[in-house]
């Protein structure tokens, strides 16, 4: 009797216990569901990616520059590149072309894309879908009237987007374009910097971030064409750089073959 006592009492703890861990388990649940309701089913929901690079077996680059503020040394990056027969692709802010017409057209003229960085340089993630839109196609209406051509590509100002504005961006046909190697020469680095940045971080398909009017971009860049021409790369706009067709985007954000 005193047997069955022992086992019957292991047999309600035992019991006690696995209601017990249960309990804990469902209470931990809900705490995680309640407080991170965005983690849950996220692995089902793939995240809308711009292009960073392009997946390549040719030794191609393209280089890039962003245009939203000065004017001081277009007419210079547009003598370096044209000395070295390198076309690049440049992505002006509406605003931008509304006070240097002439570099927008002397860019154009000089056979360099002139792509889409929005016409007023606004955080797109603060915008409505419709908001990045009329944004995009104020700076195309812009860009088209002065060079005739209308962009496809857009940068999106400060790097910064999301699901929506990159699902906004493509709504209308246009491609939206980040990088892999950054310069950083908008922080004023020395030429030296500016060089070692790029040069020790392209690859195959990369995609290189400038910018006009940065202090030491037109000394950096004859060397950094100089070094990567030896290294056997060709510089190509992006728009030929990019795979066009059946494709996918990577979760690091570089384009592949479908």
């Known amino acids: ?33 309640v407080n991170y309701p965005a983690a849950i089913g996220a692995s089902s929901a793939a995240r809308q990616l711009p292009i960073y690079c392009v997946q390549r077996d040719q030794k191609l680059v393209a280089i ?20 070295y027969k390198v076309k690049a692709t440049f992505f002006v802010v509406g605003q931008w072309v509304d006070k240097f017409p002439e ?18 340089h606004a955080h797109y993630p603060q915008l409505s879908a419709e ?28 790097g910064d987007y999301d699901d929506k504005s990159v699902s906004a961006v493509r709504s209308i046909g246009m491609e939206p374009i980040q990088w892999d190697v950054d310069s950083l020469d908008w922080k004023d680095l020395s030429a030296g910097e500016i060089i070692q940045r790029v040069t020790g971080k392209v690859q195959p398909g990369s995609i290189v971030l400038f910018h006009n009017a940065a202090l030491h971009t037109p000394e950096a860049l004859p060397i ?3 070094t990567l021409l030896q290294e ?8 030929q ?3 066009t067709g059946e494709y996918t985007i990577d979760h690091t954000g570089r384009q592949c073959p479908a």
């Not at 035992?14 to 809900?30: H, I």
């Not at 360099?112 to 929005?118: A, G, I, K, P, R």
Request: one cysteine or more; proline letters at 3%.
């Open 103 to 120: 570099s927008v057209k002397a860019l154009h003229d000089a056979g360099h894309e002139v792509m889409n960085h929005s016409n007023t």
């Open 1 to 33: 009797m005193s047997k069955k006592r022992e086992q019957m009492k292991v047999f309600f703890i035992g019991k006690k216990w696995w209601t017990a861990l249960a309990c804990l388990c469902a209470a931990a649940m809900m705490f995680y569901v």
């Open 241 to 243: 750089i990019i795979l």
């Open 224 to 226: 950094i064409i100089q």
């Open 131 to 158: 908001e990045v839109v009329a944004d995009l196609n104020a700076c195309n209406d812009k860009i088209e009237a002065v060079t005739g051509a209308r962009p496809t590509l857009v940068r999106m100002p400060y």
């Open 232 to 239: 056997g790369y060709t510089f190509v706009p992006i728009s």
């Open 64 to 83: 890039s520059f962003d245009a939203a503020w000065g004017n001081e040394d277009t007419q210079q990056l547009i003598d370096i590149l044209e000395q």
